[in-house]
């Protein structure tokens, strides 16, 4: 009898257990915001010019995000912020000599499996803010803005050989 009730009371705990971590899991599923800076075209000055956009939008939108609380939160302040964060790019690009110009928006979209650091995010659809380069037809830079991910106020620094090639060259 004293085995029986050790026994059930085991079995109880195990069910209990799989049950608090099963529905927790369900409950803590995280929503994304996500961002993506597509290249005017895969030519290596357009790849070159789209992380220094990066740059200049991680910069500027940093500051207004580094407290946001929720998703929501977040797009509220990018959508109160695109005009602003599309006047500095067009900027920037008219001032390094591009004819073309930008846009921003917030969209849903599907998205290929990508992994960021320890992050994976599945294929499927998410929100996220698309700042387009000219015919945005090149590779995209890409990060998390909520929860924020590279708008942490911490200063990451990308190189390319290619890049830094291209920029000796140009100037």
Not at 19 to 41: C, D, M, P, Q
Request: glycine residues 6%; neutral net charge.
């Amino acid at each position: 009898m004293k085995k029986a009730c050790i026994s059930f009371f085991g079995i109880l705990i195990i069910v209990l257990l799989a049950a608090f971590y099963g529905g927790s899991e369900k409950v803590e599923k995280r929503e994304y915001l996500r961002i993506h800076v597509r290249a005017n075209s895969n030519e290596l000055k357009d790849q070159s010019i789209k992380y220094e956009i990066k740059d200049i939008i991680v910069a500027y939108l940093t500051p207004k995000l580094g407290e946001v609380a929720s998703k929501s939160q977040a797009q509220t302040i990018i959508e109160n912020e695109k005009d602003s964060v599309n006047r500095l790019i067009d900027g920037f690009l008219a001032e390094n000599g591009f004819t073309y110009k930008s846009s921003v928006a917030i969209r849903n979209e599907k998205f290929p499996t990508r992994v960021y650091e320890d992050l994976t995010l599945d294929e499927g659809f998410y929100d996220a803010v698309i700042v387009e380069l000219g015919k945005a037809e090149g590779d995209n830079w890409w990060c998390v803005v909520y929860p924020p991910l590279c708008f942490t106020g911490e200063k990451v620094t990308y190189r390319s050989i290619i890049a830094d090639l291209i920029r000796k060259y140009i100037k």
